[in-house]
Structures are given as C-alpha cells and as structure tokens.
C-alpha cells in the first residue's frame, strides 16, 4: 500500500477536528481528516459527538418538545385554542435526524470546498520518524498515511455507571436518550449536569414523569449559586422532580422496568422504579483506537492525552485539542483550540481565552454564563460590585410571556471592569455573546449601561444589570 503524506493529519472530524482541519487548509496547508463515526447505513457521518449525538440533535428535540408545551400550556393565554393536541415522537425524532443528516453533508462538503483529504476510519499511530508519524487507517477501505504534523481530536464518550452498561433501551446513554421511540411513562435520570437537564426537560415536556437523581448536595455548582438556585426553582415548578444528595445503589435492569436502589440526602433508603434510565454522569475521552503507545503518548490518570496550555502533547508535531484534553467538554472550546492549534503550526500565535468560554445550558429558561461566579471571587478574595436585573421587570420578555429569571452583572470594585455576567431566562443562550465581547475588549459595566440598547428587547436587561452595578436601574 503506497503512502500518501500531509502537511497535517487531523484524527477526529468533531468540532475541534473538522474546525482545525479547515483553518489548516484556509492557511495553505495539505490536510487529511479521519473520521470512523457512522450513519444508521455505514456511511460516514462528520462531525462527531456534537453533530451526531450531541449539541445539534439535542437542541432539534428541546425545541420541538419546547414547541409542544407551549401548544399545550401557553397558546392559551394568547388566546390560541387548540384542539386534540398529540406528539408525533417518530416525526419529532425523524427531524431530529434529518438536521444531523444535513450537519455530516454541510461537513463532507466544506472538507471538499477546502481542498482536505477525508478518510472515513479509525486512524491510528503506526510509528514516529523521517519528521513526522505514519497513521494507519482501518474503515471498509484501509489507508497509510505520513503527517508531519498531528492533530489528534478524538473527543469522548458517555461514562457508565460501574457494572451497567448502555444497552441504548433500557439504560440510555445521550445517544439512545436522543432516540427514543415513544414517551416513556417513567423516566429516571442519574446526573443533573447539563445532559440530565437536557434530556430530562425533552421527555417531560412531552409528557413523561422525570425523576434526576444526583450525587452532590448543591445544584449546578459550576454556576453562579443565585443563577443556579432560580434555575432550580424554575425547572422543578415544571416538574422535573430533582433530588439532590443521593447515592445511588443497585440498579436492576428487568424486562419491562428498571429498579434504582438508593439512599436520599436522609440517609433513608429509596427505591425510584422507571421505564427508561438515561445515565448522564460526565463523558471519558477517546483515546483506545489510537495507539498512542506506538509513540508515546502519554496520558494522564483519568485517560485525558495530556498536552500544555498551547495543546502541545509532550511529542514534536503531535497536538491535542476538545473534549480528548483537560478544560470543559463543549464544542465551541474544541473549535476555538483547533483553530488556535492550525494556526500554531503555520507559525502564527493562536490564542484561547478559557475565562472567556461561554457556558450555556439549554433548558427553558436557559442558563448562562461567561467568566467569573459570584462564589469563586468571593474566594479570590477580589472586591467586585454586583447587579441584576429580572426579566419580570422587562418588556419584550413580557409580551413573550416568559419572565423566569434574570441577568446579574459582577464587576470589579474599583476598576469596574466586568469580571463575569451569569443569566438565567429567555435566549440567555444568545445575551451571553454581548457579555463575551464586551469581556474581551475589557469592558466595564459601565461601558455597558452607556450602550444604545434596541427596545423592546430582551438585551435591555443586559444594559440593565450593568447600570444595576452602580445601583441605578431605570426600570426596576
Ligand atoms: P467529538 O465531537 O467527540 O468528535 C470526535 C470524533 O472523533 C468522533 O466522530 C469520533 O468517532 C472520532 N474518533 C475517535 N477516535 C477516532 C480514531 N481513532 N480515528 C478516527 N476517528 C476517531 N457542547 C456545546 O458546546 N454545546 C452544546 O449544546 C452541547 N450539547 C451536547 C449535548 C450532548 C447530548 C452531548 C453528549 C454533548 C454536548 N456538547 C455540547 C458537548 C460537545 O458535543 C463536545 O464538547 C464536542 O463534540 C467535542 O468535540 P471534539 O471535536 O473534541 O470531539
Ligand atoms: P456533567 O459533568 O455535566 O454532569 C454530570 C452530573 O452527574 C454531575 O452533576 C455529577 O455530580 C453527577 N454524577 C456523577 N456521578 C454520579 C452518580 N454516581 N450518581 C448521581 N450523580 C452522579 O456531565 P453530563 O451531563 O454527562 O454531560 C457531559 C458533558 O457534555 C458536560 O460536561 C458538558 O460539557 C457537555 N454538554 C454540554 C452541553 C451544553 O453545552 N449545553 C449539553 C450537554 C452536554
């Protein structure tokens, strides 16, 4: 087999792969992409976790499940009278698929408008010499390829619970919690963390009972603590049944059921019978298929390949970017150290920013946030002000009929600068991009509240929260 070589190798076409792989190509670079994830008929489908079984179909789901609870619980106020509401689940799930289809064909194409080489297969390290490594690729068809560079962006997958793994039916994994056939009656949720809020909202929403069982005493702790206390209060008075401080025990998987044995935050013993269990306790990266031992990879104690804060692995020409390396598990941190990585190698100065990574959980009303809590400056020790603002008090979020919530601004106590802006609400998903921006040009709360902002519009609360700084709001 004749070997054909690359400026770049990319292994993984998740975010952070197919990301870097372009602005590789873009900086005039020969790049191959190898990708072994696979569509229901074998073929390949690019874009990996996010695009298949992550961010892109799970949002599909909340909002067509988010379209049905207002059908069913607002249209009313609006004065809109529905008759013989139902839920298609097949059809919602099928156009979930057809969303992921379009994402793996947009990826396919854009690889071909960039001139990148795409293998569809697992690649692998073969050896380390002449500048560079030989990969193996193993798919239907097999290849040898010679990068100079490395770029090694293989992600991660769900974590089991010990001794139970995902049979997608009965124990859910986010891929099978993505395709269930019909409305479960019953369904149980180990984790409250982002997948569990997610997922659990879709399947309530549309009708099932959820229950979310959750090791740690405290809700959302990654959050500011008075965004995650309202978020909490906000999704439990839909329904969403979350108990807090629990330890799991034996779960019995029978034919028609599951048994979850556990003991509540009492120390009292409980038993939780459901349909379905989607187990959402965190994700371990992929790093099994790749060999690295044929080079030396090293990784570190919880398997994540371990790399510099530039994505240097210990090894000359080998990079390590996503979810397969220290720092939070989202897609747009992937994408932004891939880009950041391809342009490390054609000698420019690539730059991420990890205080600025936005975080956002899409559940309704959304939560989220962009750099520091209110906790975590508190123990900092660092003087700040802090401001909010609910959207109760705001006018579009009225006539939108969704007033859950608010934004909080905390800046810097003397030199005002903002140090970190935490939403819970309508579209906190799209506000939180101002907060990004204006932390990245440095920006004050006060730059903020002198801001023409359009009204009515939910991004008045933003300039709100920032005049609620220096405590005066104009319309709370
Ligand atoms: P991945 O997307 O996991 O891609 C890695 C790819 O490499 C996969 O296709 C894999 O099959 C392939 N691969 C692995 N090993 C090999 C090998 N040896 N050879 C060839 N190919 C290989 N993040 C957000 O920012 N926003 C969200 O809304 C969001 N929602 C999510 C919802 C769910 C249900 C889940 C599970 C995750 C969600 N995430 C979200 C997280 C996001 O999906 C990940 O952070 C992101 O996909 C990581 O990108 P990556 O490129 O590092 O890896
Ligand atoms: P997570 O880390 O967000 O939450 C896992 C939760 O499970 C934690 O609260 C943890 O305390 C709890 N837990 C762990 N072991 C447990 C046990 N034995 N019993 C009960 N509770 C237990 O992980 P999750 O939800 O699986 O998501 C994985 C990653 O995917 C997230 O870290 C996130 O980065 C990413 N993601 C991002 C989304 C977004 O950006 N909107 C959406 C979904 C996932």
Redesign the pocket.
Known sequence: MSTTTFDVVV???????YVAAIRAAQLGMTVAC????QNASGGAAPG???TN???IP??ALLQSSEYYEHAARHFDAHGIGLKDLRIDVAKMVARKDQIVKQTNEGILYLFKKNKISFFHG???FVKAGNGGYEIAVQGKEAHALFGRQIII????SARALPGLPFDEDKVLS?DGALRIGSVPKRLGVIGSGV?GL?MGSVWRRVGAEVKVLEALPSFLPAADAQIAKEAHKALTRQGLQIELGVKVGEIKVGRKAVSVAYTDAKGAAQTLEVDKLIVSIGRVP?TA??NGAAVGLAIDERGFIVVDNECRTGLPGVWA????VRGP????K?EEEGVAVAERIAGQHGHVDFNLVPF?V?TSPEIAWVGKSEQALQEEGRAYRAGSFPFMANGRARALGDTTGMVKFLADAVSDEILGVHIVGPLASELIAEAAVAMAFHASAEDIARICHAHPSLSEAMKEAALAVDKRTLNF
């Open positions: 292994i993984g076409a998740g975010p952070g792969g190898i990708d072994d994830w990996g976790t996010c079984v992550g961010c799970s949002k697992r690649g692998s962006a293989t992600g991660s986010n997948i997610e992929n298929g790749l970017v996503g979810d397969v598990m989202l897609a747009h992937a956002v899409y």
